[in-house]
């Protein structure tokens, strides 16, 4: 997979909209990027994935940069419910054993009220 | 629709035995993935199946091996356990085969090992 980077932590205020980095330098024109989250003891929860256009759906916003080599996933108005394990993953498309989701450390989100 | 349901959500063993957990995928769902999470590791990917064929395994020795059935529903079965195997482990279903990645996860069965 496609190295990627994230901050450890990121704080936000309730109500206010969360902007969550990604780096992945190494992406490869065909692979696609993914944010999951996990909120505390619970499985992990897909949110959205875009190959290169920005992506909306009723979770999130996608937002990839030109060069994809960056992505930001935007939280537009975050509650308390928003706090979570964030991870961006880029699965790699080259088939055999890297056929996978492999999960990172990932951010944690902490909404404050 | 209901979710990813897996039984059982607890679990103590001992030392050397073995275990099965179950997983129904979401209705329609023909892809089911088993992950083991722990503290030290994370999420770490176990094995995927579709259409009742393993498709794709990660790197976990062969003690632990899984199937699945005509109707999608997944086991995966743990022998000769160790206290190293204590852990949450997730299965999640997509609709079709990897590499489509748009998963969703059960909320896992919390094995310890004693």
């Known amino acids: 997979d496609a190295k990627t980077t994230q901050p450890p932590s990121m704080d936000c205020a309730e109500g206010r909209a969360a902007n969550l980095p990604c780096n992945h330098s190494t992406i490869s024109g065909n692979e696609y990027v993914y944010w999951y989250r996990q909120i505390h003891s619970q499985g992990p929860q897909y949110i959205i994935h875009?190959?290169?256009n920005n992506e909306t759906n009723e979770m999130a916003s996608l937002i990839i940069t030109e060069d994809r080599k960056s992505s930001t996933l935007i939280l537009p108005h975050a509650t308390l419910r928003d706090t979570a394990v964030y991870y961006c993953?880029?699965?790699?498309?080259?088939?055999?054993?890297?056929?996978?989701?492999?999960f990172g450390k990932g951010t944690l989100l902490t909404v404050n009220p | 629709k209901a979710g990813v349901t897996q039984t059982p959500r607890y679990l103590i063993k001992t030392r050397g035995q073995q275990v099965t957990l179950s997983c129904s995928p979401i209705?329609?769902?023909?892809?089911v993935s088993w992950y083991q999470q722990t503290p030290g590791q994370g999420l770490q990917f176990l094995f995927e199946?579709?259409?009742?064929?393993?498709?794709n395994k990660g790197n976990f020795p062969g003690r632990f091996s899984g199937r699945q059935f005509s109707n999608s529903r997944s086991e995966m079965n743990v022998s000769t356990l160790e206290l190293g195997d204590s852990a949450l482990y997730l299965c999640?279903?997509?609709?079709?085969?990897?590499?489509?990645?748009?998963?969703?996860f059960g909320p896992g069965t919390r094995l310890t090992v004693t």
């Open positions: 209705s329609g769902h023909r892809s």
């Open positions: 875009g190959l290169k």
């Open positions: 993953i880029v699965p790699s498309n080259s088939g055999g054993s890297n056929y996978k989701l492999t």
């Open positions: 199946y579709f259409s009742e064929t393993q498709r």
């Open positions: 999640a279903s997509s609709l079709y085969a990897i590499p489509y990645y748009e998963q969703y």
